[in-house]
């Protein structure tokens, strides 16, 4: 996603754990069309990263960060470890981003 294309960034600081920082796009129908999380936080397996990126696709962008989390927590299924992070953090980054729209 370049700036060029509606992208939205959005980032949080989870208390006593990492940065999560998420770039997205908003679709004219009011979904997140694409979703990209990244910071210094640590996935087991690594492939979890994939599955928070799909969960948020598709959401409302009026979601709040309940339902964010839920998404997020339900895509990562069980056996997941989230080192640093959490579906809560995820979830706030993703509402500063969309907050961030102009």
Same mark, same amino acid.
């Given at each position: 996603?370049?700036?060029?294309?509606?992208?939205?960034?959005?980032?949080?600081?989870?208390?006593?754990?990492?940065?999560?920082?998420? @770039?997205?796009?908003?679709? @004219?129908? /009011?979904?997140?069309?694409?979703?990209?999380?990244?910071? @210094?936080?640590?996935?087991?397996?690594?492939?979890?990263? @994939?599955?928070?990126?799909?969960?948020?696709?598709?959401?409302?962008?009026?979601?709040?960060?309940?339902?964010?989390?839920?998404?997020?927590?339900?895509?990562? /299924?069980?056996?997941?470890?989230?080192? /640093?992070?959490?579906?809560? /953090?995820?979830?706030?980054?993703?509402?500063?981003?969309?907050?961030?729209?102009?």
């Amino acid at each position: 996603m370049s700036k060029g294309d509606g992208a939205v960034h959005g980032d949080y600081k989870v208390p006593g754990g990492k940065l999560v920082v998420v @770039d997205l796009s908003v679709d @004219d129908g /009011g979904r997140i069309a694409e979703g990209q999380v990244s910071g @210094d936080f640590f996935l087991e397996p690594d492939s979890a990263l @994939d599955a928070i990126n799909a969960a948020l696709r598709g959401l409302p962008a009026d979601s709040g960060e309940v339902m964010i989390a839920a998404a997020v927590r339900m895509a990562l /299924g069980p056996g997941v470890e989230l080192f /640093g992070i959490t579906p809560e /953090g995820v979830a706030t980054a993703v509402r500063r981003a969309l907050e961030s729209q102009p």
